[in-house]
């Protein structure tokens, strides 16, 4: 079964087509982070613009790997969370497509999508039951896996997401946007084996027996630091150096310690990863340190689909496989991650 995917909830446009959940035929994605660049973060009603512009070409390109429409089954297309402007942009052509073809839609949660970039690995086996890890820009959230479709919400941040302090961080450090890598670039300028940083940032909540993560601490602890640093004329490019090592340690520290908390509570055989902040290369690092001697298995997409796309979006659609008529989907910004009830 091939599905054509579209995704448009953020600053991404992206059309892709899947089949049978697992395989990718195409994958296309025009990105306006060139733009944010700029402004140093979204700003929604010029992101929809651009995606106004982007929407057809990615469709036609994801497209120009089949032959034509009659080879798809379905349309899916992510109704949530989101940015209203962003999302609209994606439903409201794929309604026109649902129409003009005579296609039945599959709405998508674009949050627990990101876990479906797990199965788009050929070699992947995952054993149940799953932890799975969703860290993006505006998540931080853990979710119990039965099977592919069977799925849990278990906890998530009470403040800002992982990928948002990292973003809202690095403005306060002067770097570029998106954070993430822009702090991961920095960090890596800083070589641990003969340094020990001599700043210290919090990691909230890490001794606590609760599952939920808080990241907005760290974020404030950040600007007392530079603050401190600027009053006494000391903040200079190796403090950004070392505070932005600091700062990737402390994220990625607390992810690591709660979702192996979380492995180890709910006695899960796989534990899957997904979403931007998945791309980082030191939390796979440690989380694979971490893991070298437990049973569990541990599954982190290539950073190419860890970020938004819509291949996982496909995935899930394969996975969940509730076909609407064009006239029943609409855009949700708000819709609910916390599927099933929390344990
Ligand atoms: O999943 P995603 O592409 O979009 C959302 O659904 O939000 O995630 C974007 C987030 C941003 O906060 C960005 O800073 C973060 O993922 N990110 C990273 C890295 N690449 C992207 N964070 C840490 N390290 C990275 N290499
Ligand atoms: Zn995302």
């Not at 995704?7 to 733009?35: F, Q, Y």
């Not at 949050?111 to 149940?128: P, R, W």
């Not at 919400?153 to 002067?174: M, N, P, Q, V, Y």
Request: proline share 5%; hydrophobic share 40%; glycine share 8%.
């Amino acid at each position: 079964m091939k599905i054509l995917a579209v995704e448009t909830s953020c600053d991404e446009t992206a059309a892709a087509v899947v089949e049978d959940g697992r395989k990718i035929i195409s994958n296309a994605v025009a990105s306006s982070s060139a733009l944010h660049e700029k402004t140093g973060g979204i700003i929604p009603e010029r992101a929809a613009r651009e995606q106004v512009s982007f929407i057809i070409p990615v469709i036609e390109e994801a497209m120009s790997q089949v032959s034509g429409f009659f080879e798809i089954d379905y349309l899916a297309v992510t109704t949530g969370p989101g940015l209203i402007g962003s999302l609209l942009v994606g439903v409201e052509t794929v309604k026109t497509m649902g129409l003009v073809l005579n296609k039945k839609i599959i709405p998508v949660n674009h949050v627990i999508a990101h876990l479906y970039a797990n199965f788009l690995e050929k070699n992947n086996k995952i054993d149940y039951p799953a932890l799975g890890l969703v860290i993006s820009g505006g998540h931080s959230e853990l979710f119990l896996m039965k099977n592919e479709r069977e799925i849990k919400w278990l906890s998530g941040t009470l403040d800002d997401a992982s990928g948002e302090a990292f973003d809202k961080t690095a403005r306060i450090l002067g770097l570029g946007f998106p954070g993430g890598p822009a702090i991961a670039s920095k960090a890596a300028e800083f070589s641990s084996a003969s340094n020990r940083p001599t700043i210290r940032l919090p990691r909230p909540l890490i001794g606590e027996d609760s599952l939920n993560f808080s990241f907005s601490g760290l974020k404030t602890a950040v600007l007392r630091e530079v603050e401190n640093l600027k009053k006494i004329n000391k903040f200079s490019e190796k403090s950004v150096i070392e505070l932005a090592f600091e700062i990737q340690e402390a994220i990625t520290d607390v992810l690591v310690n709660k979702t192996l908390k979380a492995a180890k509570k709910f006695e899960v055989k796989s534990i899957l990863i997904g979403g931007g902040v998945a791309a980082n290369q030191r939390l796979t690092e440690k989380f694979r340190t971490k893991m070298e001697n437990s049973p569990g298995r541990l599954f982190i997409p290539p950073p190419l689909l860890c970020t938004d796309n819509a291949a996982y979006i496909g995935s899930y659609a394969y996975f969940h496989q509730h076909p609407q008529d064009w006239r029943n989907i609409e855009a949700y910004p708000d819709l609910d991650v916390e599927i099933g009830s929390a344990i």
